[in-house]
Every structure is written in C-alpha cells, then in structure tokens.
C-alpha cells in the first residue's frame, strides 16, 4: 500500500528545500528529489566525507551529464533549449542542479535583493498587489537569518574586486558590496567554480540548513527519484507518482497538499504530465531568463588573488549616459575564466578542480567580470514532458544577433567594464570593448547562444486570475486544489538580482501560509513575528552594551 503524508514537496531545491524546514515541524512531510543526497553531518568549513567524495568526483568531471542530449546526467540537468532564430535547428543545453539542495547547494552565493522596480513589475505584469518590498521584507530577514547572510569582511576580499571596486567609484558608478550566504569559508579556490558544491560546507544552501532541519522533524527524503506526475482526482491533488533509484514506479499519497518545486524548468513539466496544461495554457510560458557574459582581462602585476576562488564580492548595475541604471549588472571578482565550468562545459574546456585552480595560478595576473543582463525583451517557454523536455528561448533573432534591449544592455555592460579596467592599466581584454560594434555584437550572441541563460523564473508565474497566470499569490494552483507550486517558477516577471534570496523569501511566505490556512496551526510564528523578536533581541542588547559602557565610565 502506498505511504501517505500531509505534504509531499516534490524538488528540493531553493523553494522546495525552504519551504520544507519551515512545515516539518507542523506535518509528516515526504521530499522526493531527483539528484543524490551526499550525506552526513553539516559542519561548514569542515565538510562531511561523503560530500567531500561527491565535491572530488565532480570536479574530476563525472558531474557533466552522460550525454549533452540527454536531461538525465547524475548531478545535473541538461535541458535542451532553443535560443537561436537564426539557427532553429541548433540547441544548447540549459544545465540546472540535480541534488538535494538544487541550485542553493552548488551557486555561487551572491546574495542580492530585487530592485524596488521588479516589485512594480510584478503588479504591471500580473497584478499582484500583495507582493511588495514591506510585506516581503520579514522573509528576506528570516532566511538571511537561517542562510547566515552577511558582507564578507574586506580583508577576505579579492584583491582584483577591491582594486575595481576603487576605480569604479572614481569614475563615478555607484558600487554595492555584495552579500553572501557562506560560513566559515576558508578560501580554498576550489569553488572557484561555480556549479558544484563547497566541499567544505560553506555554502549554505537548503541541504545545509532546511533540510536537516526538516528531516530532524522527522521529514522523509527520497532521493534520485523523479516525479512523473501528481496525481488528481475530482480537481484534487491526492499524491505523486515517482519514479525511484531502481527505476521503479511509486505512489505516495498527500492528505493536504502536494508542492511542486522542481525549479523553473522541472515544475512546468511535472504540471504537464500531470495534465495542468490542459486546463491552464499559461503552464510554462512566460519563462524569463538572464543571459549573460564574461570578461577577462590582464592587469599589470601578478597578485590579484585570483587563485582564492571566484568571489563576487562587489556589483554595480551598467550605468547609461545619464547616469541611471540599465537592467544589467556587473559582479566583478570573477577569475579566470571568469566563467563558470557549466560554461566551460559548453565550449568543451576541461578546466576543473585541480587543473583549474592550477590555470589561475599559473595566470596571475589575469581578473574578471560577469555580466548580467536582467531583462532581456523576450519571452521563453517550456513545453514536452517529464522525460523529454523543449525548453524555447529565442534570444537570439532570424539576424543571428541577440535582440536589441538585450544586446544593448550586455555592450553598455562590455564597455563600462573595459572603461574600469582601463583605468587600472589593463593590457588585455577579452571582449575587447575596443572592437567594432559589429565584432562585438557577434561575439556575446554566440557566447549566450551556446552557453545558454542563468536565473529561469516565470514558468508557472503567480497572478491575480487564472487566465494570466497559474498559481494565486499564495502559489496555490487556479486549477488543481491541494496543488502549491513554490519555486523560481512562480516570480511573476523578471528581477533585476540573482533570484536566490527572493526564492527563498517566496518559500519563507509559502510556508506561514501553509502552517496556518492549510495545516491550522496556530502557534506557529509568522515571519513577521521572528522579525519583531529579533528587533526585540537586538534592542535588548543594545541596552545591555549601553548600561555595561555606562557602568564602565562610571569605574572609569
Ligand atoms: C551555476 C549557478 C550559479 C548560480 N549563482 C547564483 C548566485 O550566486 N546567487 C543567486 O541568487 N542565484 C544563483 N543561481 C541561481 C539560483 O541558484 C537558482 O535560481 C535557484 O536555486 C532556483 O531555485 P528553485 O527552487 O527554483 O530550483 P532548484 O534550486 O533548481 O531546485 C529544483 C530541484 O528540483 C529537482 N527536480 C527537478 N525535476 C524533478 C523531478 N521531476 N522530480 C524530482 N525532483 C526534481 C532538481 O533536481 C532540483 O534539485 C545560480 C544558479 C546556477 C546554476
């Protein structure tokens, strides 16, 4: 007989993972994940052996997927996407985490809120009301609470970020310190790649908070097993059906909800196979993704600290000629190449571990940037099943040149940071903002073209009525009852920051919802209410400090 739970999550991820810590407490929860779990007791800086064996592996390369044409690599996803107008038959794979934790267990731990502007665009394009800075502001602090989220100490800083950071200021771009989700993070490079995990459990994603938190509360976690679909009967989700590591079809049963948070791309497919689609044509359009490109150059000298890893310690957005912001952004700190081996992968560049740490060495004076465009004028989407997945993105026009916004953006970006370099004596640039328009245009089209797009959000978007969108803003299916989504499907357009924190928050305000209106607890606190005790707690020590500082003068 098949096992039955109060919730079933289906992907463990940013959104899935969160969410999951903050109901166990309240429910039975079963989490089923596609990828491994690499077990063992978190300790960061120090690692678990397993995680530390499956850190070693991936950098040996076995972490890149069987096949490029197929989505079924051990570790991670590579879906196949259409980018290119100019060359509809040509795809390039969108690689995405598989493993407990999804994308929160291997990115690069920026931590960035969105702009105020992205919250406009969430009413302007779904109409959501109940999705602003205030109300959303108790779930930032709850999971910058749990993920440890803090600014690295400028000592720590590459020295490449810190020289770039001064001579963008000098010619006058506003410069941000970039936060980051990392504890006790000893520095090593070896994440100088983004894609894979710390190995020394620095990186607090949900595997290294949440979820052990959830399973403590006595959540199950299945892992390498695929969700095929969810059941429903009589407009009803009443479990999933999955498939485990020995390839063997299972049903779990949900009393009270299902939650689908298989990330971007894997939540529309299940709601596919499931048969949403068929009452909610909106199920995986609407994909917004950020392309972006890297900059490396050469500096004079040999001591940027390059091989200490890839840090983006500092962000600023491309500033046009009246000195307002564009809807792209920098993070400079990025090595050699200042990519990642997901995109490494692409270009078939075997840099990883050891020899890629042995490549920055071996270059010191090399430094870097990434930039990000955030809001390219295109629409992508999501169609096929489960097992055989199409993912549209055509960025890329019948011209073979990235659309205009998006290009526009990404050369303003190309020149701003050649400008920065320059001014520290750059003697090499790649691409170098030097060349003709037309010899730029072509190169970042096929970069993004062959690479694909980071930060998939969209596809199962929340909305005040069913015909715009697939979920209501609490993320409960228009169609299905019983049926959540909660993942970076749901953000309602796109943002201008990486999406790690705003997924979280998401799930933070997923889970007060279903503690109280679907689990009926009513001790459990709200965000809102952690985020007075900590002002309360805060307040008290200040007090505290004052009266021992007094008492000290006093002495004195
Ligand atoms: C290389 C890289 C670097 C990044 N760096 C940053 C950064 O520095 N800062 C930042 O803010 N963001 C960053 N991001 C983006 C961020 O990590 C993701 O946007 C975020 O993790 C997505 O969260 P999610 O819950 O939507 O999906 P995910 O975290 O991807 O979780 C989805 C999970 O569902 C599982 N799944 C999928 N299909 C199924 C199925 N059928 N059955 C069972 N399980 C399934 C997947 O295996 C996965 O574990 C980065 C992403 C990547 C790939």
Redesign the pocket.
């Known amino acids: 007989m098949a096992d039955t739970y109060d919730v079933i999550i289906?992907?463990?991820?940013?959104?899935?993972?969160?969410l999951a810590g903050q109901i166990a407490q309240n429910a039975s929860v079963l989490i089923?994940?596609?990828?491994p779990y690499p077990a063992g007791a978190v300790n960061p800086g120090v690692g678990s052996p397993a995680r530390r064996t499956l850190s070693t592996q991936m950098n040996l390369g076995t972490y890149i997927p069987n096949s490029t044409a197929s989505n079924r690599g051990a570790v991670s996803?590579s879906y196949p996407m259409y980018m290119d107008q100019s060359q509809p038959s040509t795809v390039t794979v969108q690689?995405?985490?598989?493993?407990?934790?999804?994308?929160?267990?291997?990115?690069?731990?920026?931590?960035?809120r969105p702009r105020l502007v992205d919250w406009d665009g969430f009413h302007d394009e779904t109409g959501v009301t109940d999705w602003t800075k205030p109300l959303f502001e108790p779930h930032f602090q709850r999971a910058e609470r749990i993920l440890s989220v803090h600014r690295d100490l400028r000592q720590y800083w590459n020295k490449s970020s810190l020289a770039y950071e001064q001579a963008a200021i000098k010619l006058g771009i506003p410069v941000f310190e970039t936060a980051s989700n990392r504890l006790n993070c000893i520095r090593c490079g070896h994440r100088l790649d983004?894609?894979m995990p710390c190995k020394y459990d620095s990186l607090m994603?949900?595997a290294m908070t949440q979820i052990p938190k959830a399973m403590a509360s006595g959540a199950k976690l299945v892992s390498d097993?695929?969700?095929?679909q969810v059941i429903v009967q009589n407009g009803t989700a009443t479990g999933v059906i999955?498939r485990d590591s020995t390839g063997a079809l299972v049903t779990a049963n949900a009393r009270k909800l299902v939650v689908i948070?298989?990330?971007?791309?894997?939540?529309p497919?299940?709601l596919r196979n499931s048969g949403v689609f068929d009452l909610n044509p909106n199920v995986g359009n609407y994909l917004r993704s950020h392309p972006g490109a890297p900059m490396d150059v050469l500096l004079p000298g040999d001591d940027w600290n390059q091989d200490r890893g890839y840090q983006?310690n500092m962000h600023h957005y491309v500033m046009d000629q009246y000195g307002d912001p564009m809807d792209a952004c920098v993070h400079a700190g990025a090595g050699f190449m200042a990519t990642?081996p997901?995109v490494a992968a692409s270009f078939r560049i075997p840099l990883f571990g050891a020899p890629y740490k042995d490549a920055m060495r071996a270059w010191p004076s090399r430094a870097g940037a990434f930039i990000f465009t955030w809001k390219p004028a295109v629409y992508g989407r999501v169609v096929g099943t489960?097992d055989n997945p199409v993912i549209s993105y055509p960025v890329i026009g019948k011209d073979g040149l990235l659309e205009p916004k998006t290009l526009n953006d990404l050369i303003s970006g190309i020149k701003q940071v050649g400008k920065v370099y320059e001014s520290l004596g750059a003697y090499a640039m790649f691409p170098n903002p030097n060349d003709p328009i037309s010899v730029l245009a072509q190169q970042v089209s096929l970069f993004v073209s062959i690479s694909g797009a980071?930060?998939?959000?969209g596809t199962c978007r929340a909305g005040v009525k069913q015909s715009n969108s697939v979920v209501d803003t609490n993320c409960m299916s228009w169609d299905v009852k019983n049926l959540m989504v909660?993942?970076?499907?749901v953000i309602p357009n796109h943002i201008s920051?990486?999406?790690?924190?705003?997924?979280m928050a998401i799930?933070s305000r997923a889970g007060d919802f279903v503690n109280s209106q679907i689990l009926g607890v009513k001790s459990s606190p709200t965000a809102y209410d952690e985020m007075l005790a900590a002002q309360a707690a805060l307040a008290a020590q200040a007090q505290q400090e004052a009266a021992a500082d007094a008492a000290a003068a006093g002495v004195n």
């Open positions: 289906c992907g463990s991820g940013s959104g899935g993972g969160f089923i994940e596609a990828g996803w690689r995405e985490a598989r493993i407990v934790g999804g994308g929160s267990f291997i990115n690069v731990g920026a931590w960035l983004a894609g994603g949900t097993a695929s969700v095929q999955y948070s298989a990330g971007c791309y894997g939540s497919l299940i983006w990642t997901w489960v980071l930060h998939g959000q909660c993942d970076a499907s920051a990486n999406p790690n924190a705003l997924i799930a």
